[in-house]
């Protein structure tokens, strides 16, 4: 059968692979039917992703159904279409048995450090399959996105007096964007695209965006929008160095900074006149947590979430080699890219 590969950096091929095995104890084999593209894949195509590692099969954001279980495989059935949680945990080290499974001290992310899902059969632990009789696998696909945002707003803890500045309109920021809505907080959106914005605006229905142009109007905006107070809690879903650096201005007293995106550049900000004189809280969100895959799948079945304006760009799998780096323009105006693989 045939799958996605990056061979390095660059570098992106259809190669034959086997089929697998029979599922041992503890395993499934799944079709995959729909897997969605992330800003992770983007990032170790380019090689910008420090988690990253060559060869490597990418495709963490997977609808799936279930083709085969192990012999003690009580979960899952064979036909079930399933969310995959993507973060292989071992179970057994000291972040595990305290349930911070997200951030295993011997953590591998399918797609990221094992090979992934951008082929049409693979085995994964049936522990990390989360059925729904409901969802299509378009939507399944888009759980594992919906919970990086789910996490990184749980970290905050936002309530519904509060504001939360999301910095960063892509998957990620509109993750985070969706679930500071379930907390019923207020939300307000700051990007450098305009294009995205308006989407945020116009699709999302969050009418308080602001235009990041990098000549200090961004903050001016942000205290008038507050009435001075700035934001309760600022999520930079970025992945840059600079702005990661420049958020804390954002944050109120006593607020909540929350790093989501990932970069391998150093951070630099002030400490006494912002960091501690407001008395910040720094925090920062990897993955998610199993019961947030299951929390997701239920609030997209009772349309709390309604994941249909995300998807905008759609390819086989097989043709992830022309059009990956066409998806990396501006120009293309991606939001949310899907590929088919059945």
Known sequence: MQAIQFLKPKSIHVIDVPEPAEPGPGDAVVRVHRVGICGTDYSGYLGKM???SYPRIPGHELGVEVVAVGPDV????????????????????????????NCCENHQTL???CDGGLRPLFTVPARKLHVSRRLSFEQLALVETLAIGCHAIDRAAPNGQE??????????????????RVA??????????????????EQMGISDTILAKGDGEELKQLQEMTGGKLADVVVDA????????QCLQYAAFAGRVV???????????????????RELTLLASRNALSADFSRIISLIEYQRIDTRPWISHQAHFTDL?????EWLKPESRVIKAIASVS
């Open 321 to 325: 080699a022309s059009v990956f780096p």
């Open 184 to 201: 019923r907080a207020r939300v307000i959106v700051m990007d450098m695209n305009e294009q995205r914005l308006a989407f945020v605006r």
């Open 74 to 101: 009580a979960k899952v059935k064979v036909g079930d279409h399933c969310s995959v949680e993507p973060y292989i945990n071992c179970q057994k080290c000291y972040s595990c048995e305290r349930g911070h499974t």
């Open 50 to 52: 420090p988690f990253f």
């Open 259 to 277: 790093f989501v995106g990932i970069t391998t550049n150093e951070l630099q900000f002030p400490h006494a006149p912002i960091m501690h004189r």
């Open 163 to 180: 504001t939360v500045l999301i910095i960063g309109a892509g998957p990620i920021g509109l993750s985070a964007l969706e679930f500071a």
């Open 238 to 245: 970025t992945g840059s160095n600079q702005s990661m650096s």
């Open 111 to 113: 797609g990221v450090h």
